[in-house]
């Protein structure tokens, strides 16, 4: 792949090297025609200043970037923390960044390669839309991890991937739900109308009750506001109040992440609506504050350890050239805990 210097810059615009480090500083002393040319030229062509250790070559430096879309969803902490030591264990350094969620994954990818000489990259939640063609524009390996729908015009041999199957994991804790006697099921979800991991686990919301001929009621949806944090407990707290709001009756309530439901569960208890007595409550990641709320919280949990540490095996076998690229998928596994209750009567006795 064709990475242009600065050198290469000038040559293209017919300047001295000089005349291009003005133009990117912002100088006055630069005509504007000028100056324009050499930034449409460095945009064209994808030329990133590198500002930090010009002279290190990539051979030197040993160290990742982790990009993650969704920081708000204490599900990465543990995946971070995981992915961190394995970094340290093969005397690697760990770039974590931030993605917000109007930002390019792979524009901010392609900056962070260049200025800080990385080995690999590890794209952490969020959704990835992007083509073929332009994830070739990146230079290093990469993997992405706990990712939603990846298009499938994009060919499986420039990526690896790491994930559970959403929408099949989805649909067993809806399926748990159903067991216990629950028809009227609402569901929290983020980023409905994408194919992101919220738009999987609707789905097997979806599947779940078609295979039980439970009717899909429109008014138990309820998406999360979109001018917060799409997995936040906020968002489950003010979600979970727009749908108690709205009149629907549910006996049960499925939040598409644990965050979610944790922030329902505060909205549940202001209502004056007990748990699991009134309403019962599941949740999806399995992340360790589901243990300690009360009560403690019925979830689909994901292998987050192990997930992380084949994401990051996986990364450093590839930069070394011992594998090609895989896709994994792993099974969750359904806790049950104090948030959910049986309706059928055979059962009300033991609860």
């Known amino acids: 792949m064709f990475e242009p210097t600065i050198k290469d810059i000038a040559k293209l615009c017919g300047v001295g090297v000089s005349t291009v480090s003005r133009a990117i500083n912002d100088h006055p002393d630069i005509n504007p025609e000028t100056k324009e040319k050499i930034m449409d030229t460095i945009r064209e062509y994808g030329y990133i200043p590198n500002n930090s250790a010009r002279n290190l070559k990539r051979s030197d430096a040993k160290a990742i970037a982790v990009l993650i879309k969704g920081i708000a969803n204490p599900f990465f902490i543990s995946m971070i923390k995981v992915i961190e030591q394995e970094c340290k264990r093969k005397h690697y350094a760990m770039e974590l960044s931030h993605i917000e969620a109007d930002e390019d994954e792979v524009d901010v990818a392609q900056k962070v390669v260049k200025e800080k000489r990385l080995r690999g990259i590890i794209f952490l939640g969020g959704l990835f839309s992007h083509s073929d063609e332009k994830l070739k524009k990146l230079s290093v390996p990469f993997v992405f991890s706990t990712v939603g729908s990846i298009p499938e015009n994009i060919s499986r041999n420039v990526y690896s991937s790491i994930s559970v199957d959403d929408r099949r994991e989805s649909a067993k804790i809806v399926e748990y739900l159903i067991s216990l006697g629950h028809t009227r099921i609402a569901i929290l979800v ?19 009750l078609r295979a039980h001929g439970i009717e899909l009621n429109p008014k138990l949806i309820c998406e999360t506001r979109d001018e917060l944090s799409h997995f936040s407990m906020e968002n489950g707290y003010q979600s979970t109040k727009k749908l108690l709001e709205c009149g629907e009756s549910f006996t049960a309530l499925y939040a598409v992440a644990d965050a979610l439901a944790i922030g329902a569960l505060r909205a549940l208890y202001e209502a004056g609506l007990r748990v ?24 689909m949990r994901q292998p987050v350890e192990e997930m992380a540490k084949d994401t990051t095996k996986l990364l450093f076998d590839i930069i070394a050239g011992k594998t090609q690229h895989q896709h994994i998928i792993y099974e969750a596994e359904l806790k049950i805990k104090e948030s959910t209750k049986s309706l059928h009567k055979q059962h009300t006795k033991n609860l």
């Open 190 to 208: 983020a980023e409905a109308e994408e194919q992101s991991i919220g738009k999987l686990r609707l789905e097997g919301y979806c599947d779940a």
């Open 276 to 299: 699991p007595e009134d309403i019962s409550l599941a949740g999806y990641d399995g992340i360790d504050m589901a243990n300690y709320t009360v009560p403690s919280l019925t979830t």
